[in-house]
T-cell receptor, first 112, second 114 residues
Framework: DAKTTQPTSMDCAEGRAANLPCNHS???????VYWYRQIHSQGPQYIIH???NNETNEMASLIITEDRKSSTLILPHATLRDTAVYYC?????????????FGQGTTLQVKP | DTAVSQTPKYLVTQMGNDKSIKCEQN?????MYWYKQDSKKFLKIMFS???????INETVPNRFSPKSPDKAHLNLHINSLELGDSAVYFC?????????????FGPGTRLTVL
């Protein structure tokens, strides 16, 4: 499985865009990038995933570089409730084993 | 309706006891998981069941035994509890043949071993 690296922590002002980077330089051609988040004392929550193209849903946007070695999760208008640990994950590619490897993630603090 | 539910939410017990944590999902998924989150907040997969069959079994002491009576339930039984078993345990579910790996997590069970 591809290893991911993320900054340990980031701050963001409420109402501003939060841009969370992730490096996955060893990713292979058919491996997806997933983002989950964990709000304090809750279970992790799926946010978005992508392969090559940029993706957007009601929660966030995912920008993947052309070489696929890094990606950025964008929360367009961060709120206090977006304060959480954000995990960038590249699961196993050989079949859908469902095995998610959670690293340390990025602790995002949204401030008023 | 809660998609993935776990009981109990909190569990405090003595070393050496045997305890179980229950998990149920009403999403119609065919795959369920158990994760452990320790005091350092690292979240690690322990087990995964697909259609009641074990498909992932990480390096977990055999004191931990998952049991899946049907696709909607995956219970975790722990024998001879140790201090190091104190953690938050999360259950999750997904659909195996889905085109992407979205797992739905329960609220967690905080286990404290005294």
């Amino acid at each position: 499985d591809a290893k991911t690296t993320q900054p340990t922590s980031m701050d963001c002002a409420e109402g501003r865009a939060a841009n969370l980077p992730c490096n996955h330089s060893t990713i292979s051609g058919n491996e997806y990038v997933y983002w989950y988040r964990q709000i304090h004392s809750q279970g992790p929550q799926y946010i978005i995933h992508g392969l090559k193209n940029n993706e957007t849903n009601e929660m966030a946007s995912l920008i993947i570089t052309e070489d696929r070695k890094s990606s950025t999760l964008i929360l367009p208008h961060a709120t206090l409730r977006d304060t959480a640990v954000y995990y960038c994950i590249v699961p196993f590619s050989s079949g859908n084993t469902g095995k998610l490897i959670f690293g340390q993630g990025t602790t995002l603090q949204v401030k008023p | 309706d809660t998609a993935v539910s776990q009981t109990p939410k909190y569990l405090v017990t003595q070393m050496g006891n045997d305890k179980s944590i229950k998990c149920e999902q009403n999403l119609g998924h065919d795959t369920m998981y158990w994760y452990k989150q320790d005091s350092k907040k690292f979240l690690k997969i322990m087990f995964s069941y697909n259609n009641k069959e074990l498909i992932i079994n990480e390096t977990v002491p055999n004191r931990f035994s998952p049991k899946s009576p049907d696709k909607a339930h995956l219970n975790l039984h722990i024998n001879s509890l140790e201090l190091g078993d104190s953690a938050v345990y999360f259950c999750a579910s997904s659909q195996w043949d889905s085109s992407y790996n979205e797992q739905f997590f329960g609220p967690g069970t905080r286990l404290t071993v005294l």
